[in-house]
């Protein structure tokens, strides 16, 4: 009999997966993952990780199964907390559930899950995995996006490696979340009508300017608004030679200074704010709401500009470093002076978007059909070739 670890998280999809794999014959243990011990930065006094990890007890005793809790609060401050805290002070945006995934549930957690002699771990993730059989035998895996749509989870997922997915399974990535409930209240699970969790990646109701505080010292600053009308492109658009020039120059992020706008508020951090951010700025009295187009950390500056249609924005393309490039199918990494037809996403739930991979000695520049609105730096870029997610990158 085949042993697999769920991360038993209190929630319904990972509740109705433990239940799936019980019945489809394997032997299930029960995980629940304590990530966080800093009480000063919840919302409430409410302790979200107690509640759930009560509710992941309850349903772990309802299947029968095996349940302790792990803590990983260690690993988790070292390798999400401390690193979003350098990026935001850098003035870029992590993504700390991709993040969470790569490096805690994928990579400690599924060590701890090997030492207790597992041979999968299996997570309530919308998405599926597919399996190649390559002409020598081994295998290849794919990511492939969930069934229901809605849902699809694969972008969470777009840093795991062959070596991950190989040891990984996904119960719930044929159902819809209407399914999944359907399947915890049959079954008599406490968590079939639980709210999903909107907190931070297992630390619960956070903040994120409160929790941001804790580190980054609040400083002045002055808000500006450009105006619409402002030409992005102030030197004119260049004649290109070469491909890699035109990529180049419209991957450049728009340079604005203190005399392109005018000063309409104040700020207590430009760290604090990312591009596209509209709740936070209190600055009243505009026709449309004023959205940040970009942060200058250095100067402490914040460029907003009024409404959702702002050119600034908009860019058409983006660039990923070579070492934040990677690939989920190593076999299909471009070599440089190629490129790729593909679907691509730069945030969560976004519909898929055509772009073309380019790829060039320093990196790869992914260029959309059409301009993106907030491409922001720290945050990850997925590309897929159908339903499958074949590599990811974070966005310089």
């Given amino acids: 009999m085949k042993k697999v670890v769920v991360g038993l998280s209190g929630g319904v999809d990972s509740s109705v997966t433990a239940y799936l794999l019980k019945e489809q014959g394997y032997e299930v243990i029960g995980l629940f993952m304590k990530n966080w011990h800093d009480d000063s930065v919840t919302i ?3 302790c979200p990780w107690l509640e759930d990890s009560n509710d992941a007890l309850i349903v772990a005793e309802k299947l029968g199964i095996p349940f302790q809790t792990v803590d990983l609060s260690v690993e988790y401050k070292e390798r999400i907390v ?5 990026e935001y002070e850098k003035g870029r945006t992590p993504n700390p559930d991709v993040l969470c995934n ?5 990579d400690v ?3 701890i899950a090997m030492q207790l002699g597992a041979d999968f771990v299996a997570t309530g993730h919308y998405c599926r995995k597919g399996v190649m059989e390559n002409e020598d035998g081994s295998n290849t895996y794919q990511l492939l996006s969930g069934i229901d749509t809605n849902k699809d989870q694969s972008y969470f997922l777009c840093q795991l490696s062959q070596e991950q997915l190989e040891k990984t399974l996904f119960p719930i990535g044929h159902l819809t979340k209407p399914e999944v409930r ?11 009508d639980k709210k999903d969790s909107q907190g931070l990646c297992f630390i619960g109701k956070v903040r994120l300017p409160e929790f941001l505080q804790q580190q980054l010292k609040p400083k002045k600053g002055v808000i500006v608004e450009v105006p619409s009308s402002l030409n992005q492109y102030k030197n004119g658009i260049p004649k290109f030679e070469l491909k890699e020039d035109e990529l180049a120059f419209y991957a450049e992020k728009p340079a604005y200074h203190l005399e392109d706008g005018k000063v309409v508020g104040e700020h207590q951090g430009a760290h604090y704010f990312t591009i596209g951010q509209r709740k936070g700025l209190d600055v009243g009295g505009t026709k449309e709401p004023l ?3 970009d942060t200058d950390v250095k100067e402490n500056i914040i460029y907003t500009g009024q409404g959702k249609a702002h050119p600034g924005l908009y860019r058409r393309t983006l660039f990923v ?3 934040e490039l990677h690939w989920v199918r190593e076999d299909l990494r471009l070599k440089e002076g190629e490129s790729m037809e593909v679907m691509a996403r730069i945030r969560y739930r976004q519909p898929l978007q055509k772009a073309c991979l380019h790829k060039i000695s320093s990196g790869l520049y992914v260029d959309f059909e059409e301009k993106q609105s907030a491409i922001t ?6 590309w897929h070739l159908e339903d499958e997610l074949i590599g990811s990158g974070v966005i310089s």
């Fill in 321 to 323: 470093n070579e070492d």
């Fill in 109 to 111: 957690f599924m060590n």
């Fill in 44 to 46: 409430s006094k409410e």
């Fill in 82 to 86: 401390d690193y979003m805290f350098s």
């Fill in 102 to 106: 790569r490096e805690i549930k994928f």
């Fill in 291 to 293: 959205f940040v187009i």
């Fill in 377 to 382: 730096e720290g945050q990850f870029v997925a």
């Fill in 182 to 192: 359907k399947i915890a209240a049959e079954n008599g699970l406490i968590t079939a």
